[in-house]
């Protein structure tokens, strides 16, 4: 097994989970470690229960684990949710004055700290927090002079007082535990390589900016808002028009404005945003404007659980607006492949001139992992597809109208896009059903013959797009016990599952799904045709990719995993259904979530 | 809107004709702003090319198709939001955005407010005929009270939206009512909105001879007044504009309410435009810059 250090923070929201947090992925990232970051959360400014889960190692850290090593509670009621689910070897740090302590399993070290002997609380109202912060230090086996680094960074702008204060107590606090508390044996070592700490939304918002993005609008939405943050923070040097715009549906159709006018233009929302632009992505696909849209998906239907994630979208997505047109939907498999997706997307709906869809969702959206700089690589390849610009030899008098047809059939479906402003070019754009000239025919003699034409010139842009897409790979040793199937966000969890699988002599390999439209359906069959056991393993109730796998291929798996409760899988949570499946017992199984968060 | 308009001087009205003609009724208003639109075109001479038309759904949005110039015939209700996409874009486009009373002031409600507030740099002109024609009759949101429609057969019980005063309240910048009936003075003002920088609304009288029998060219001919003929009109008095937009009965005025040129445009205040229109530029970050946003995250 790779050698893993997890940390879980639990306190109300407001009471300041996110500093520690913050200070520990410092710490972290500048020992050349890896972190992977999960908040949970709820749709409150104040109060409630947050639980965050920082989990860090030498080697890549896929998902948040099983497993808290540190817990610090902030308040009692993240003792009482948590203290519970520590298992031998783990220690609890708390505020010994506030908070008492429950039952805990054998081998659990309580450390109680005596806050008001070690810090002035009347001055400093979050001592708890950062003598926890020292103590959990010193037992991690790191020096102190990182957190003091760290801290004057955090507090610096404050002056040079409240710095002094904040770092003193946190060497009281790091003091304390060197006396009083056990170590963890093994500590985390230090490594020379440095990754970038960044949340799928902000992997999402850089990678559209890498990919040419000059127009970004959105309506403010759980979990995809982080993508607006990021766009409208460095909208400037970037050169990208930010937005905040009334709805969902002008967000779309800004987008598609914009792309119109021939830059690219992204936006990003979650389902219920995503509902109300359903008919904007058939004029996108109609008057054959690309754009990309960015679904961070959350627990549904309607309101649903806002700050909760799920996969419950894959059929809104497959579905969204009338009629039949071509679309290319991308499930990102992990917060680094949210910055390398965007470039690729927006080549394809470039090129095929029709709407591209990125299915995110909450956990990678709002979670935390350190990516290698050099994966965030802004020098992409950018194919704009057959543009016709001033700029690249269109002419430039009056002439040659009447000529251009920006519908032209072709073989390929794609006909060559002029961009308003073009001399010579002038067409109107249309979502009635159009000839090639892009006149209407739908209004004064409907011509079935036109229609018929139509249709086929655009759907035949769906053979050009699959060539475009690599088909998916199986990763993992051949003749495996269980192959487990997933898609998008899961990619990291399944991979964790099926290592401690093979630890236990299960042999485990994934199929993990990321261009959903197209599926390459023939290629999954052929990668099925000799797998001995297959399971399918998704974040929704109705198995809504299984679902969706047997309407491609007739597929059926032996089993599925499911889990719809809002939170993510734990690797457990795989690795004890594969199991229980494996032994016949059931075919489906829907593990409970035991963290009440 | 004229911030960099094209002065070719050579356009003529035989190069605004469009691929088909108009399938509107004989005797719809529309044909009166096709034909004013295409005027102003001329006589302000942008080159077609510069010019893009933008519509919703419903009889009057077919206008894209009949003109020669770049457009777009979008959804029902959005044309708005698109227009300020593509502006946002290439502000160096003249844009001009057409539809009717149930497309812009029911389904698209939203989009009119906030576009005006906004002051988006273009021109939008509501056919307003108070009825729903395409889909064969059903009462408008300007649909007077106890109008009789296919959707309302005892007579409409909700009080109409007042156009004018509604732009006034969401903080347009240029606010005219036109007359189909009234050429020459429906191009002087689809002239003034094309050439005021920021929003322009111009709600325009624009009868359906087929739906409703109620606000006919008879009806309005007495009725409209201009304002360009009262002196003591102000268009820079904001509280005078509003009673005026309150007029309705005997005397409906005409003509330009209300004008202020204070206000920057939308793509006026954004600095990210300051280096000219983002379809022209390069779309690539600079390295050094994206190695910044890297770092922020170290």
């Known amino acids: ?41 709820q749709s409150i400014i104040r109060g409630g229960h947050t639980f965050l889960t920082i989990r860090t190692g030498p080697d890549k850290v896929t998902n948040m684990g099983d497993r808290i090593d540190l817990l610090i509670p902030l308040n009692q009621d993240s003792m009482d949710r948590h203290l519970r689910l520590l298992t031998a070897g783990a220690a609890c740090v708390y505020n010994a004055e506030t908070i008492k302590p429950g039952s805990a399993a054998t081998g659990v070290h309580l450390c109680p700290l005596p806050v008001s002997k070690l810090a002035d609380i009347a ?22 002079p990182a957190l003091e680094d760290v801290l004057q960074e955090q507090f610096k702008k404050k002056g040079e007082a409240v710095v002094t204060e904040n770092v003193g107590v946190a060497r009281a606090g790091y003091d304390y535990a060197a006396v009083n508390f056990t170590a963890f044996p093994n500590p985390l070592p230090k490594t020379e390589n440095r990754y970038a700490i960044l949340s799928g939304n902000t992997a999402m918002a850089m990678g559209g900016a890498a990919a040419g993005v000059k127009f970004y609008c959105a309506y403010p939405m759980s979990p995809s808002t982080g993508v607006l943050h990021w766009m409208a923070a460095h909208a400037r040097k970037a050169g990208i028009m930010v937005r905040q715009v009334e709805d969902e549906i002008g967000v779309i159709n800004m987008t598609i404005g914009a792309a119109q006018a021939g830059v690219r233009a992204m936006c990003a929302t979650s389902g219920g945003g995503f509902a109300l632009m359903s008919e904007g992505l058939g004029m996108s696909a109609m008057i054959e404007t690309p754009v990309v849209v960015v679904n961070c998906q959350r627990a549904g239907p309607s309101t649903g659980v806002p700050t909760k994630t799920e996969q419950g979208d894959l059929w809104q997505m497959l579905g969204a607006a009338f009629g039949d047109y071509p679309r290319v939907i991308a499930a990102p498999l992990d917060i680094g492949d949210c910055f390398k997706l965007l470039p690729e997307i927006f080549n394809i709906v470039d090129r095929f001139q029709c709407p591209g869809l990125v299915l995110c969702d909450l956990l990678l959206s709002e979670g935390r992992l350190s990516v290698d700089p050099k994966d965030l690589d802004f020098n992409q390849p950018i194919d704009r597809g057959e543009m016709i610009t001033t700029a690249n030899g269109a002419p430039t008098g009056l002439g040659a109208n009447g000529a251009y047809k920006r519908y032209r ?8 896009r002029a961009i308003p402003g073009v001399p010579g070019h002038i067409h109107t754009v249309a979502t009635d059903e159009h000839d090639e000239d892009g006149v209407l025919i739908s209004d004064e003699f409907t011509n079935p013959i036109k229609r018929r034409a139509m249709m086929e010139k655009r759907m035949r842009k769906v ?13 993992g ?3 495996a016990d269980v192959t487990l199937i997933g898609w998008g966000s899961t990619g990291g969890v399944i991979e964790e599952a099926c290592e401690i699988l093979s630890d236990q002599g299960i042999s485990a390999n994934q199929l993990q799904i990321r261009w959903l439209v197209p599926l390459h359906g023939e290629a999954i069959l052929d990668l099925l045709r000799d797998v001995r056991h297959t399971i399918i393993v998704e974040n929704n109730y109705s198995g809504q990719f299984a679902r969706y796998l047997r309407s491609e291929t007739s597929y059926v798996p032996n089993g599925h995993i499911r889990k719809y409760d809002g939170e993510p899988f734990m690797p457990h949570h795989i690795v004890e259904a594969v199991k229980e499946q494996l032994a016949g017992k059931t075919k489906l199984s829907v593990p409970m979530h035991e963290i009440m968060v | 809107m004229a911030t960099s308009l094209q002065r070719s001087g050579q356009l003529t009205l035989t190069d605004l004709k469009g691929k088909v003609d108009p399938d509107w009724c004989p005797g719809c208003g529309d044909f009166g702003v096709l034909a004013a639109v295409q005027k102003a075109l001329v006589e302000l001479q942008i080159a077609n090319h510069n010019v893009v038309t933008i519509s919703g759904i419903g009889c009057s949005s077919n206008f ?7 457009g777009m015939h979008t959804l029902h209700g959005r044309a708005l939001a698109v227009a300020t996409g593509l502006k946002l874009a290439n502000h160096s486009l003249t844009v001009v955005v057409t539809g009717g009373d149930g497309d812009g002031f029911g389904i698209g409600g939203n989009h009119f407010v906030h576009s005006m507030r906004r002051n988006v740099d273009l021109l ?28 309302m057969p005892f007579g409409n019980i909700e009080a109409p939206v007042n156009p004018i005063s509604l732009a006034l309240a969401a903080g347009a910048t240029f606010i005219a009512r036109g007359f189909s009936g009234e050429q020459k003075h429906l191009t002087e003002l689809i002239k003034q909105g094309i050439e005021h920088q920021g929003f322009s609304f111009l709600d325009v009288f624009s009868p359906c001879v087929t739906y409703n029998h109620d606000n006919t060219y008879q009806w309005f001919r007495p009725r409209v007044k201009k304002l360009e003929d009262d002196p003591a009109h102000d268009p820079t008095d904001w509280i005078a504009a509003m009673e005026k937009s309150l007029l309705w009965g005997d005397e409906i005025p005409i003509g330009k309410f209300f004008e202020r040129t204070d206000v920057p445009t939308l793509h006026g205040a954004e600095p990210v435009l300051n280096e000219g229109p983002l379809v022209h530029r390069d779309p690539r970050v600079p390295l050094d810059v994206a190695r910044s946003f890297i770092e922020e995250l170290m």
Do not use: C, W
Not at chain 1, 409 to 416: K, W
């Open chain 1, 477 to 479: 040793p051949r003749n």
């Open chain 2, 124 to 151: 939008y002109i509501v056919m307003d005929n108070q009825i729903y024609g395409l889909t064969t009759g059903q009462t408008s949101p300007t649909s007077r009270i106890g109008m009789k429609t296919k959707s």
């Open chain 1, 463 to 475: 053979a050009g797009i699959e060539a475009a897409i690599p088909p998916p790979a199986l990763r």
């Open chain 1, 409 to 416: 059939i072709t073989e390929s479906g794609i006909s060559p």
């Open chain 2, 64 to 70: 894209p198709g009949y003109i020669n110039t770049y």
């Open chain 1, 1 to 41: 097994m790779k050698q893993t250090f997890a940390i879980g923070i639990g306190g109300a929201a407001g009471q300041g989970v996110a500093t520690p947090g913050d200070i520990f992925a410092k710490i972290f990232s500048r020992r050349g470690l890896h972190l992977n970051a999960y908040n949970a959360y």
């Open chain 1, 123 to 144: 001055r400093n109202k979050i001592a708890q927090n950062t003598l926890a912060i020292g103590a959990g230090l010193d037992m991690m086996g790191i020096g102190f």
